[in-house]
């Protein structure tokens, strides 16, 4: 019985990468006895997917893991026992059944995923722009200086609001992106669904998946870029909020969360 | 619980693996520092993937954290990213549970599982800014600038290291203010207890040293002077002061069953050395081989009981989710109770839970190539086979009792069983090796090459079978029957390490072999560390402060800084390594008793010379000293009661109480005239 499993990733926990993360649900999964069907083959191991890895340093309230069990357990029994053989930072919130086979699993549905962004206080590096790239915030590159009382201000001038905003109004926003090969230069309006400011948080709704799938990051980067201003990947502390399918038909998007696509486990 | 990070995020993210540094492990305790009065923190002087698979801190982890007036906690080398951004923002190194600064704990305990850490811990002490040299922690400058005695729990933690390198600390020892010296879970409740007592009178630190230096194991060496003769060698060494025991004997466990093992073990985030769950089924090893070190220092041989090894397997699998669990030992074929302890393994854990069980450090033979194929993949996995020596006759000098006919046997056999991959390990540079000996290393892989094609028919082959040598180069420890052997320069280990590879190539399967040897440099310097004294820590600082670190690892050591730092400090190498050892000259670790006497040791050293064996301790008893700890494999259990094995030499004999629970520390405080550790010395010295 395939079950996909909502979580949620905060705390010091975001800087768990997602290969550990891997490896640390299937222990999790053993330590709360909930069996797993394992895979035949030369090398078995348990039969789950995850849907989205999550970039480290970010917090997410929704990562999903689509999991084979042995035997049928209800939903909220699944959750109970996860949370309980956990430590502090993960949070399971919903289990629900989906459907078997390759199209409904979470990896390949995954279409949209809402970010939330908050602007932290830090001074910007000495030593000019950090350079482009989406692997920066794991570089060898001079770290962020940390920051002391003096120093406490946000790196962005209150303008960037506006600004943000009339730069997503263009048509075209192209940007050079690593591609599984090669830089390749990319048309990222089409891939941001929805922009807005609620307060100082900013929220971004993109585009995700196995082929379309963007960064918070790559827009800030853009942005910055585009404006002439200074960026920093730890300029925002990032939370992924929801990751959705997208049901619409006909260039019609109709985005589902991946949770709602399962049905209750009792 | 409010998010406490020593480190910047800016930093988390900029380094490597930033889990490492994080300490929110599953299974990592946490305590309210409120309610606790010794806050101990355990280190690993090693990256943190080394130092997670060690299976000793676990064990006193959850052993510290059962007191409830203390808070245990680890500290592991921060990585040479991490390190360098330490020093430039000058950030203090933090205990990862709580990320509170090492300095502010009331005890720092250091493993030294290995000698080339020991420039690692002088980066643990300096990032912590502890003073490095344990004299000078005791005092402090009052408000007038003049010194003063510091008060105990003021300042610096009680720095104390363990492990089987404590059994010769005297190249680190003025690094520390305590050793202790043997198994952790016997005397430590009572260092703690003497360290809330003394507090609480409000001594300085150096009365609490001297009152700890009382607890039988204990060491602390600026309580000892050792003088020295003209040509280097040790003349004495004596306590400085009366009530100071001249010999410190190592603590053990008698029985294994009675101590509490790991309750819920640690299990890290990213994938560490050891992944899975350690079960320890005995310690100790029978088989006595006169290179090894641990095989002495662990003696007596003591089993766990098949009943406890089940429990333990529950418990350790429930707790941790682990896949895996490994069997862990000296030598796992040694336990008696293997066969069932395996086939329950299996059974509850294997075959329903898809449980991998790994068993190291087997000897191959019908049984365990039974259990090999129904817990490994055999197409996929290799069988290893640790002859040490080539030639029969290197084998009876280092009493390996292992014949050419074993070796070939478990070959043919494991062939037979469907595997085509075998790993050999040898060492180079033994005591009276010659050219004959090491080819015979080459000569031996051949016979197994030629053994596969004439055992396993053409149309049963899984392709060309792979032997693989590995060869390291010998290093004399002390407390072993080598400890008087002579060590060669790094050219001529080299050289040990070509004979082989040409024999080798010129043998007729050679595309079949493969040869790999070790780094000749680090061979040297671990010699140098290992049977070094207290002259030898003015070096390893020189070399800290040239920027030796993680000198265990090939990509970062520099041979060349530890030339420099002994060139420096006065240190010449070949008096450690290549000198000629008198038989009747004191050894600076010679103050330890570990329980094989010297005159033991040196019978070993001599049968080696003649290329004699000695029989196991399951055959029969070569009275080596460890009788005097009172348990394992030098008793019989006849009728409930404890009776020495037939054999045991009685000039060995001790009273069975030696490592019974240590008195309690108001006796301790007056030490008694006719102290038993003061007996020792001259009973053996003779």
Redesign the interface.
């Known amino acids: 019985m395939r079950v996909r499993v909502k979580y949620s990733k905060q705390?010091?926990?975001r800087?768990?990468?997602h290969l550990?993360?891997m490896?640390?649900f299937?222990?999790?999964?053993?330590?709360a006895g909930i069996d797993v069907v394992?895979t035949e083959g030369?090398s078995?191991h348990m039969s789950m997917s995850f849907a989205l890895p999550l970039g480290?340093?970010m917090t997410s309230d929704s990562e999903y893991v689509d999991v084979d069990l042995v035997e049928s357990i209800p939903g909220q029994e699944i959750v109970n026992r996860l949370n309980r053989?956990?430590?502090?930072?993960i949070h399971f919130t919903e289990a629900r059944q989906i459907p078997e086979g390759k199209i409904h699993k979470g990896m390949n549905l995954a279409a949209r995923a809402d970010f939330t962004l908050r602007m932290?206080p830090?001074t910007v590096p000495e030593t000019g722009p950090a350079e482009a790239g989406e692997s920066q915030?794991?570089?060898?590159?001079e770290?962020?200086?940390?920051?002391s009382e003096d120093s406490r201000r946000t790196p962005w001038d209150l303008a960037w609001h506006d600004d943000f905003l009339s730069w997503l109004k263009k048509p075209e926003i192209m940007v050079m992106k690593k591609g599984k090969k090669a830089l390749k230069e990319i048309n990222i309006r089409p891939l941001i669904f929805e922009a807005r400011f609620d307060g100082p948080k900013l929220m971004l709704g993109l585009s995700a998946g196995l082929d379309r799938n963007i960064r918070p990051e790559l827009v800030m980067q853009a942005f910055a870029d585009q404006t002439g201003r200074e960026y920093h990947?730890?300029m925002f502390s990032i939370n992924r909020d929801e990751v959705y399918a997208d049901k619409g038909k006909d260039g019609q998007h109709a985005f589902v969360p991946l949770i709602a696509l399962g049905k209750d486990l009792s | 619980?409010a998010?406490r990070?020593a480190l910047?995020?800016?930093?988390?993210?900029?380094v490597?693996k930033?889990?490492r540094y994080?300490g929110?492990?599953?299974n990592?305790v946490h305590k309210d520092p409120e309610k606790i009065s010794i806050r101990f923190v355990m280190c690993f002087p090693d990256v943190y993937e080394i130092g997670m698979s060690h299976l000793g801190i676990q064990i006193l982890y959850d052993m510290f954290n059962a007191r409830p007036d203390t808070w245990c906690e680890r500290v592991y080398s921060p990585w040479v990213?991490l390190d360098r951004?330490m020093r430039e923002?000058d950030i203090e190194l933090f205990a990862l549970e709580s990320q509170d600064p090492v300095r502010a704990f009331d005890f720092l305990g250091i493993t030294l599982q290995y000698e080339l850490c020991y420039a690692n811990i002088l980066q643990i002490l300096d990032l912590s800014r502890i003073p490095l040299r344990a004299k000078d922690r005791l005092y402090a400058k009052d408000e007038s600038g003049a010194e003063i005695e510091q008060l105990l729990g003021e300042e610096s933690p009680v720095v104390i290291g363990g492990g089987p390198c404590a059994y010769n600390p005297e190249p680190v020892a003025d690094f520390f203010d305590l050793f202790y010296i043997g198994e952790g879970e016997t005397v430590y409740d009572n260092l703690l207890d003497l360290y809330q007592e003394c507090r609480q009178e409000g001594t300085t630190r150096l009365q609490f040293l001297e009152r700890a230096a009382q607890i039988p194991g204990i060491y602390c060496p600026l309580l000892y002077q050792p003088a020295y003769h003209e040509d280097g060698t040790l003349r004495s060494f004596e306590p400085v002061r009366e009530g100071i025991p001249r010999r410190i004997r190592k603590q053990i466990v008698t029985d294994l069953d009675q101590v509490s093992y790991i309750s819920k073990p640690l299990?890290p985030?990213?994938?560490v050395t050891q992944d899975r769950v350690v079960l320890e089924v005995q310690r100790g090893c029978i088989r006595g081989c006169r290179f090894c070190q641990a095989g002495m220092i662990y003696r007596p041989t003591r089993t766990k009981s098949l009943e406890t090894l089940k429990k333990d397997a529950d418990r350790l699998?429930?707790?941790?989710?682990?896949?895996e669990i490994s069997l862990s030992s000296l030598s796992t074929s040694d336990y008696p109770e293997l066969e069932g302890l395996v086939t329950d393994l299996i059974e509850k854990h294997g075959k329903t839970?898809?449980i991998n069980i790994s068993l190291p450090s087997l000897r191959i033979d019908a049984f365990s190539l039974d259990v090999m194929s129904k817990v490994q993949?055999v197409k996929k996995s290799s069988l290893t086979f640790a002859p040490e020596g080539g030639s029969q006759r290197m084998r009876n000098v280092i009493n390996k009792g292992l014949t050419e006919e074993d070796i070939l046997k478990g070959a043919r056999d494991a062939f037979l069983g469907g595997w085509n991959k075998v790993k050999l390990y040898f060492m180079l540079g033994q005591p009276t090796e010659t050219e004959e000996d090491r080819r015979a290393i080459a000569q031996l892989a051949e016979k197994i090459a030629e053994l596969y094609y004439d055992t396993v028919p053409k149309e049963k082959r899984n392709g060309k079978c792979m032997i693989t040598i590995s060869t390291s180069f010998f290093v004399p420890k002390p407390f072993t029957p080598f400890q008087w052997a002579e060590m060669f320069t790094p050219e001529e280990y080299l050289t040990f390490a070509h004979t082989v590879n040409r024999e080798v190539k010129e043998s007729l399967n050679h595309k079949s072999i493969r040869y790999n040897w070790h780094e000749a440099y680090g061979t040297v310097l671990e010699g140098l560390l290992a049977r070094g004294d207290r002259k030898v820590s003015y070096t390893i600082e020189a070399a800290y402060r040239k920027g030796a670190l993680f000198d265990a690892w090939t990509e970062h050591w520099d041979w060349n800084r530890w030339v420099e730092a002994m060139y420096e400090t006065g240190i010449d190498l070949d008096f450690y390594t290549r000198r000629k050892r008198g038989e009747d000259e004191i050894f600076p670790w010679d103050f330890i008793d570990a329980g094989p006497s010297k005159k033991f040791l040196l019978d070993e050293w001599h049968k080696a010379l003649r290329e004699e064996v000695t029989p196991n301790c399951h055959m029969s008893c070569s009275a080596c000293g460890a009788a005097k700890f009172g348990c394992g494999v030098c008793f019989n259990t006849k009728d409930g009661k404890q009776i020495l094995r037939a054999g045991t030499d009685l000039q060995y004999t001790y009273p069975v109480a030696a490592c019974n629970p240590v008195p309690g520390i108001r006796e301790l405080r007056k030490p008694k005239e006719n102290d038993s550790a003061m007996q020792d010395i001259e009973t053996e010295g003779s």
Do not use: T, W
């Not at chain 1, 053989?85 to 930072?89: A, D, I, M």
């Not at chain 2, 910047?8 to 900029?14: A, G, K, R, T």
């Open positions: 705390g010091l926990m800087f768990i990468g550990d993360m490896r640390y299937q222990k999790a999964c053993r330590r394992y030369m078995p480290v340093g053989s956990v430590p502090e930072g932290k830090c915030a794991r570089s060898q590159a770290p962020f200086v940390v920051s990947p730890c | 619980m998010e990070l910047p995020e800016e930093i988390l993210l900029s490597e930033p889990e994080l929110n492990e599953v990592a990213d951004l923002k299990v985030f990213m994938q699998l429930g707790e941790s989710g682990h896949e839970k898809n993949d």
